[in-house]
């Protein structure tokens, strides 16, 4: 199994910039695909970002522009910098690890103040 942990969320103004963390357990992390989802309540869980085995990406075109989705393989990490953030971007995120199985953390919150 591997266990996923999102960290770095938190309270920011519009404008601001937080930057999440999403490590995972496992010898296999390399061949992971890497992805970040969003949600709120009331609405479906929805896309972020991701990033594959092979470190192309793909973004909402929500925050295409001001989001970056990277992943540092020695750490068995994956990160999400959310710069010039909106209140619109306040939610909890999610990470998913696709291996032969996918696996979801806990969530991180996201507040994004007026």
């Known amino acids: 199994q591997v266990q996923v942990v999102e960290s770095g969320g938190g309270l920011v103004q519009s404008g601001g910039s937080l930057r999440l963390s999403c490590a995972a357990s496992?010898?296999?992390?390399?061949?992971?695909?890497m992805t970040w989802y969003r949600q709120t309540p009331g609405k479906q869980r929805e896309l972020v970002a991701a990033?594959?085995?092979?470190?192309?990406?793909n973004y909402a075109d929500s925050v295409k522009g001001r989001f970056v989705i990277s992943r540092d393989n020695a750490k068995n990490t994956a990160y999400l910098q959310m710069n010039s953030l909106k209140p619109e971007d306040t939610a909890v995120y999610y990470c998913?690890?696709?291996?032969?199985?996918?696996?979801w953390g806990q969530g991180t919150q996201v507040t994004v103040s007026s």
């Open positions: 998913r690890v696709s291996s032969m199985i996918a696996y």
């Open positions: 496992g010898s296999a992390f390399s061949s992971y695909a």
């Open positions: 990033i594959t085995s092979g470190g192309s990406t």
